[in-house]
């Protein structure tokens, strides 16, 4: 009998994932990550990822399918790999993206990590996404629910990786896990999708990374593209590109944050349509569903994780990062975010932009 360990965060997901494979005939455990404590993020409510609701609601789901359930203590790892990168990335300028940090270091690394130590043949989540073998290799592609793919966060993951993996919501709507979940009594079948960065449930990073780092990040000055200030910001670590809200200034116009001087300390605002642009960089690439191609590729590319795909070409530079020319300037680009490639549902491959 084929074993699977599924990871579980308490939702109504990773819970019908559980099901499916039960229902296949697998031989599974149900297992939580632990990534944090409260009083380590400064929080101190239950509605969080690891709380220890969703601890319990995992639990009583495994009961339900005659499942073994435990507990896997990954906070030094969690803090190292994700928190310490996310203060980092917004400390140099970039918008972060720690669930595709998590699910390349967390659920698809110390998770496999764990299931080798097991003997177990696969790791399943409740992720909205499909994986498919054409010949030799595996191929990532979106879900069938557009409205739920997940295929964004998880461009990281490699051959072998794919090979011992399973997205059983892949090929389902989530009606149709909703569904499922009721009709087996699951006690968190009408529970709410979580919407934020988990460490920073309020969505208020600024606030977070303050208290958590114990540093004060100073004011500076707004300025436009000339240099003429136009006001005083409130700590650089608390605006990212494209943003308009939240400024705090009066202005004869909509301006919109373009750049972040970090040596100068100042906020730089522009008009909308000086947003855009044709060509991004990104680096850490990761080809996926293909080999690393020698000529230009004509593709899709998403740019953030709600975007629709825009027409592009993409190629491989000399010193290994990814040039993306779109065929429309795309408005926002931001440092620190995902690039993601697709050819119709297919993923070829992501990285980071720079």
Not at 73 to 97: C, H, L, Q, R, V
Not at 155 to 184: C, S, V, W
Not at 237 to 252: E, H, S, V
């Amino acid at each position: 009998m084929k074993k699977a360990i599924i990871a579980m965060s308490g939702g109504v997901d990773s819970s019908v994932a559980a099901f499916v494979m039960k229902e296949k005939g697998y031989h599974i455990i149900g297992v939580t990550m632990k990534l944090y404590d409260n009083d380590d993020i400064g929080i101190d409510t239950e509605k969080t990822c690891c709380s220890l609701s969703d601890i319990e609601d995992a639990r009583s789901v495994c009961y339900k399918l005659g499942a073994m359930y435990y507990v896997f203590n990954f906070k030094a790892d969690f803090k190292e790999k994700i928190i310490d990168d996310f203060i980092s990335t917004y400390e140099k300028g970039g918008t972060p993206n720690p669930c595709i940090r998590c699910n390349r270091y967390l659920k698809f690394e110390k998770l496999m990590q764990r299931m080798r130590e097991l003997d177990y043949d696969y790791v399943v989540t409740g992720h909205y996404a499909r994986i498919e073998k054409r010949g030799d290799r595996y191929i990532l592609k979106k879900a069938v629910d557009l409205t739920k793919d997940q295929s964004y966060v998880l461009y990281n993951l490699t051959q072998e990786q794919l090979a011992h993996i399973q997205f059983p919501l892949g090929e389902m709507n989530k009606t149709d896990a909703r569904r499922i979940a009721e009709e087996n009594g699951f006690i968190n079948a009408n529970k709410k999708d979580s919407q934020d960065i988990c460490f920073v449930p309020k969505g208020d990073y600024a606030s977070f990374i303050e208290e958590y780092t114990g540093k004060t990040y100073p004011q500076g000055n707004f300025v436009d593209e000339k240099g003429n200030v136009l006001g005083t910001h409130k700590g650089i670590i608390r605006y990212t590109i494209g943003q308009r809200k939240g400024l705090g200034l009066a202005l004869p116009c909509p301006m919109y944050v373009k750049e972040k001087n970090l040596e100068e300390n100042k906020v730089v605002l522009c008009l909308n349509e000086d947003l855009f642009s044709r060509e991004l960089y990104a680096d850490d690439f990761n080809w996926l569903s293909i080999p690393q191609p020698t000529d230009k590729v004509r593709c899709k590319a998403r740019i953030r994780y709600n975007q629709k795909e825009q027409p592009a070409f993409a190629e491989v530079m000399d010193n290994g990062r990814i040039k993306v020319v779109f065929d429309e300037p795309q408005r926002a680009i931001c440092k620190g975010q995902a690039v993601v490639l697709y050819d119709g549902d297919i993923v070829l491959g992501g990285g980071t932009i720079i």
